[in-house]
């Protein structure tokens, strides 16, 4: 049986781009990689990044590997390391003008998703509350393709500590539903805050009058995007009209 480093308190991250982006942020402690023999493609990508100081490496059979990370998607490689560095206070609306909420969001391969989009429109930070919330899991992480990394993220203890917070410092709400301002003439103000729902029931009633209601178009009203791709499209048109990309 595989046993946990105990050099340091961390976490299991898996996937080739995971452990890359880690060794690229350069922001916390590889402790160990678990790995198969011969080693998969993605290692020499890997070995290149990896720190000077001392790694442990691990060869196990992919049985193991499967059992470690609690999935078969983890591409062969397995990582322990120092645990994620969360922002410890609320966002500033000068240094963070563009930020998304996560209200609720239950599958961490749409939180993953979700933070992969908001680092590719150029938003400058997430905000992922711990109630209701998958979290940032090893799932989430890999979704992200590692690019949690390099994102600020934010975890208040609710959406509505978190959206007191964002009005206080004057962020201007942007709430994802049916039924409101077509997203692509919507008239956005920085700094802006977009709020995505959950997958099963959209926004919180308790948010719904917290901002302007904002609605991606689409061909039928018997369906509905995924909330991750409905918050990409989201940011992308949100960065577009703040000149964020």
Same mark, same amino acid.
């Given at each position: 049986?595989?046993?946990?480093?105990?050099?340091?308190?961390?976490?299991?991250?898996?996937?080739?781009?995971?452990?890359?982006?880690?060794?690229?942020?350069?922001?916390?402690?590889?402790?160990?990689?678990?790995?198969?023999?011969?080693?998969?493609?993605?290692? %020499?990508?890997?070995?290149?990044?990896?720190? %000077?100081?001392?790694?442990?490496?691990?060869?196990?059979?992919?049985?193991?590997?499967?059992?470690?990370?609690?999935?078969?998607?983890?591409?062969?490689?397995?990582?322990?390391?120092?645990?994620?560095?969360?922002?410890?206070?609320?966002?500033?609306?000068?240094?963070?003008?563009?930020?998304?909420?996560?209200?609720?969001?239950?599958?961490?391969?749409?939180?993953?998703?979700?933070?992969?989009?908001?680092?590719?429109?150029?938003?400058?930070?997430?905000?992922?509350?711990?109630?209701?919330?998958?979290?940032?899991?090893?799932?989430?992480?890999?979704?992200?393709?590692?690019? %949690?990394?390099?994102?600020?993220?934010?975890?208040?203890?609710?959406?509505?500590?978190?959206?007191?917070?964002?009005?206080?410092?004057?962020?201007?709400?942007?709430?994802?539903?049916?039924?409101?301002?077509?997203?692509?003439?919507?008239?956005?103000?920085?700094?802006?805050?977009?709020?995505?729902?959950?997958?099963?029931?959209?926004?919180?009633?308790?948010?719904?009058?917290?901002?302007?209601?904002?609605?991606?178009?689409?061909?039928?009203?018997?369906?509905?995007?995924?909330?991750?791709?409905? %918050?990409?499209?989201?940011?992308?048109?949100?960065?577009?009209?703040?000149?964020?990309?």
């Amino acid at each position: 049986m595989i046993k946990k480093p105990k050099q340091a308190p961390g976490e299991l991250i898996f996937g080739v781009n995971p452990i890359i982006e880690v060794l690229k942020a350069r922001k916390r402690k590889l402790i160990s990689i678990y790995t198969t023999k011969p080693e998969p493609k993605g290692f %020499a990508q890997i070995q290149k990044l990896m720190p %000077a100081y001392p790694v442990a490496m691990q060869y196990v059979s992919r049985d193991v590997l499967h059992r470690m990370a609690g999935t078969t998607d983890h591409q062969g490689m397995i990582a322990w390391v120092q645990s994620f560095g969360f922002r410890s206070k609320p966002f500033d609306p000068v240094k963070q003008p563009l930020l998304i909420l996560l209200d609720g969001i239950q599958d961490p391969r749409n939180v993953g998703a979700i933070i992969r989009s908001a680092y590719c429109a150029g938003a400058d930070g997430v905000i992922l509350p711990q109630r209701n919330s998958s979290g940032l899991t090893a799932v989430a992480f890999k979704s992200s393709a590692g690019l %949690a990394e390099h994102m600020q993220i934010y975890q208040p203890s609710s959406s509505e500590a978190a959206i007191q917070e964002l009005k206080a410092a004057g962020y201007s709400m942007y709430l994802g539903v049916f039924k409101g301002t077509d997203a692509r003439v919507a008239s956005f103000k920085q700094p802006a805050c977009l709020v995505v729902g959950s997958e099963g029931f959209g926004i919180s009633n308790s948010l719904l009058r917290s901002g302007e209601h904002i609605t991606i178009p689409q061909k039928s009203s018997e369906t509905s995007y995924n909330v991750s791709v409905a %918050a990409g499209i989201l940011l992308f048109l949100m960065s577009s009209h703040l000149k964020r990309i």
